[in-house]
């Protein structure tokens, strides 16, 4: 099993953000940590949940590094048996992923020297440009330097396994120099990379930009140029893009992450949190409050949930399958598929090597379609 905490906490809102999340200028970190726990303590999860120790452990948002260390600790010494925060020895926690999402303003040496003792072992660290116009468009609240700082206090404080997360296909009114960022990452070594191309949400600040014709939407051919540029540049240093969005050096996968992509069975806990049995997904209330309110009534967070058909199960195995290095068997196409997959390969979008149907970069950029074709289904999720 593996648990994920959604913290919903962020200082301001940034320009392309529609996570769930609460712009809060105090963190209530108390009533957080009291939802949550009792959350935890009513939640139909099942026996396996509660007796075995979860692999992997993920704090994401919002902003998790805004929750003060010791709340982190006390979470962890109750989410996870055998784990002892605080105690320097190794613990039956040391195995386990357990993985914070970090804004770089966040991260002094203190804050990481807290975090490492409370059992934190990999940090994902939300740079997404190291150009300060860039960020200040985005309305992200640190500046460029402020991202080697994290990083340095992070392995000073004994945290090596370090993500760094990085936005691509920006308007071209920003001038950003795509290179020059993925050059500035590279330099600092991370274990894992995270690139995410820039979309439109609805009713986000970014959305209203484009709608009175302040800022452009970015282009398709922006997107692939880009994407493509950091599949060439991150393979000349040795990392391997293991996922369409995720690239790793050997050993640093993300196993959380992972988990998802293969279908195994996952607990969320808090606003707009999912859990997944192996069958059936349920998600959370998605605002703070109202989530809060659910919990200190007694009554139950979840707003709603589905049984996955077998064709929904069929979609999603191969939309999973081929987001990953590892794609999919070549008994999962369809037979209803018009064309075979020798079709795509000759156009350079998959390989088939091993019994298996992989994508290439090339096909990545194009994985709704390939995935519709492929289960010959008209929808996919995204
Ligand atoms: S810090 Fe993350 S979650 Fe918070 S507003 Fe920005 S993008 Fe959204």
Known sequence: MHLYLHVPFCVRRCSYCDFSIAVRKRIPAEEYVDAILREWGSADLGPAAR?????TIYFGGGTPSLLPPEVIADLLSVLTPGCQP????????????????????????DA???????????????AQSFDDTVLKWMHRSHHAARIGAAVHALRGAGIENI????????PDELHRDWE?????????????????GLTVEPRTPLDRWISRGATRAPDDERYAEEYLTAHRRLATE????YEVSNAARDGFRSQHNSAYWSGRPYVGLGPAAHSFDGTTRRWNIRAWEAY?????????????????????????RMYLGLRTAEGVPLAAVSPRCPSPPRHFAAQGWIEVRDGRLKCTPEGWLRLDSLVNELTMHSETQS
């Open 180 to 196: 020059r960022d993925l050059d500035l990452a590279l330099a600092l070594r991370p274990t894992h990379l995270s690139l995410y």
């Open 112 to 126: 990481a020297r807290a975090w490492q003792r409370a059992g934190i072992n990999r940090v994902s660290l939300g």
């Open 292 to 316: 809060r309110r659910a919990i200190a009534e007694g009554r139950s967070p979840v707003e709603s949930e589905e049984v996955l058909t077998d064709e929904q199960g069929e979609i999603e």
């Open 51 to 55: 007796r075995e120790p979860f692999r």
């Open 238 to 241: 040795s990392y391997e893009f």
């Open 163 to 170: 993500s760094l997360d990085l936005i691509f296909a920006l």
């Open 86 to 109: 605080g105690v320097n020895e190794p613990t039956p926690a040391a195995d386990v992923e357990v993985t914070l999402e970090a804004n770089p303003e966040d991260v002094t040496p």
